[in-house]
């Protein structure tokens, strides 16, 4: 099974208010949307670009994982989301070949999408997430 695109990038970021402003001035884009994500301890704000979005993320908690992510890294790319059909059978193919999942099943995540992601210890350092869109069109 193969990707379909790009379905966004994930960027970690302090404050949430000041970088929708600062993506707003540069690409003179308009955010459509802000979402919180207990699950996750986030806050995301989109962006849409044809097929792709950019996803900023905001800690919502000190301990949360792209607070520790800025901690450890500062702020910039956090994530790649890859678009997917079918994320279950991608995952099971991923588990098949050997692949260090952080979600072996897809669980909810924002803008109405099935998520898992892939740990970085399999990736070369790149956190990688697979994305089913849940939409109906
Ligand atoms: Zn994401």
Redesign the pocket.
């Given at each position: 099974m193969v990707p379909t695109h790009i379905e966004?990038i994930?960027i970690a970021v302090k404050d949430l208010k000041s970088a929708i402003d600062m993506y707003e001035k540069i690409l003179g884009l308009k955010c459509y949307k802000i979402e919180e994500v207990p699950d996750q301890k986030v806050r995301t704000a989109f962006f849409r670009l044809g097929q792709t979005k950019i996803?900023l993320l905001e800690s919502t908690e000190n301990d949360g994982p792209v607070a520790r992510f800025i901690e450890k890294k500062g702020e910039g790319i956090h994530?790649l989301?890859f678009a997917v059909d079918n994320i279950k059978m991608h995952l099971e193919e991923a588990k098949e070949r050997g692949i260090r999942l952080i979600d072996e099943q897809p669980r909810k995540?924002a803008d109405c999408l099935d998520i898992a992601f892939i740990h970085p210890h399999s990736t070369g350092g790149v956190l990688i997430?697979l994305c089913e869109d849940k939409n109906v069109r």
């Open positions: 966004h994930g996803e994530h989301a995540g997430e």
